[in-house]
């Protein structure tokens, strides 16, 4: 047991690492691409990385195997996935500052506790109420754009970070659902797949060129394989051996990882409100999720 949480962990903090660098590079790549180019190389690249694991793995077999009931479950992820993704990387390419989409990026982690009971019938306490209003809290802050009417209340980008926490919530939930049953690799190849036919009808309907500079390649190859490949990849392995709420601990330090990348790789840093909005919504996070986990009730044994 204690192995298995150990490993749990693990797969946790380098999927966490791995998820904050494509904030990075991304961002880096959509000052010199359109979207559509953008996620052609990135999802050809992690469909290309994702197929050689898969058959190094062996599980590639797994397909002839589905049923039609897993057929549905990788459409429907399949749909979902595109509609997280295209809202995700549309957040990092309208705010500024990939850190400020990071910390909003946390009321991810509160929509799957939330998910979790109300649609797997988890337990909320009251600790755990009082860590998910905090880090609320903090999102509200972030987002505030300093303007007192109501259209600009907001910074740009805030309602696509909150659609994305919505569509990633229902996608994890079914994730951990089905996951001990379709296999990680097949998971993440499934989505890969998807994303990356999306991006060629989107490139096509855009009339885009293959023609792109060598950074932007550059940046691409590197994110993809930390981002959508690895990432992804131990997230879902993490899911398999903790549960969610024990990932999202970890998870939440995300934006933390975030912060360092962007103030090294563009000397950007938040204002002084959305930094503290962003530290209060860590704090709450993990207040909900160490809450979530057990941690605090075995600490009073």
């Given at each position: 047991m204690r192995s298995n949480r150990f490993k749990g962990y693990l797969f946790a903090l380098i999927g966490t690492v791995a998820f904050a660098s494509e904030y990075i590079f991304s961002k880096a790549a959509f000052s010199e691409v359109h979207m559509a180019q953008f996620g052609v190389y990135w999802f050809a690249v992690c469909t290309i990385a994702m197929l050689a694991w898969s058959m190094a793995k062996g599980k590639l077999g797994q397909i002839k195997k589905l049923t039609k009931r897993q057929v549905h479950v990788l459409i429907a992820l399949g749909v979902l996935e595109i509609l997280?993704?295209?809202?995700?990387?549309?957040?990092?390419?309208?705010?500024?500052d990939p850190a400020v989409t990071s910390f909003l990026g946390n009321m991810f982690p509160v929509m799957l506790a939330l998910g979790g009971v109300f649609i797997l019938?988890?337990?909320?306490?009251?600790?755990?109420?009082?860590?998910?209003?905090?880090?609320?809290?903090?999102?509200?802050?972030?987002?505030?754009s300093g303007e007192t009417s109501w259209q600009k209340f907001f910074?740009?980008?805030?309602g696509v970070v909150v659609i994305n926490a919505i569509f990633a919530t229902i996608a994890s939930l079914v994730v951990k659902v089905h996951v001990r049953k379709i296999s990680a690799e097949l998971l993440n190849l499934n989505r890969s797949v998807w994303l990356l036919v999306f991006s060629f009808i989107m490139f096509f309907i855009y009339g885009q060129s293959f023609n792109i500079p060598a950074s932007a390649l550059q940046n691409i190859v590197i994110g993809a394989l930390l981002g959508p490949f690895i990432a992804i990849l131990a997230l879902y392995y993490s899911f398999s051996y903790i549960e969610a709420s024990r990932s999202s601990v970890v998870q939440s330090l995300k934006g933390i990882f975030v912060l360092i990348g962007a103030w090294f790789f563009f000397g950007t840093f938040p204002l002084p409100h959305q930094l503290i909005?962003?530290?209060?919504?860590?704090?709450?996070?993990?207040?909900?999720?160490v809450a979530r986990a057990g941690f605090l009730k075995r600490r009073r044994i």
């Open positions: 997280t993704a295209t809202t995700f990387y549309l957040s990092i390419f309208i705010i500024p019938g988890e337990r909320f306490g009251p600790i755990e109420t009082g860590g998910a209003a905090l880090a609320l809290v903090g999102a509200f802050i972030i987002s505030y910074i740009p980008g805030t909005g962003g530290l209060i919504t860590i704090v709450g996070v993990l207040v909900m999720t």
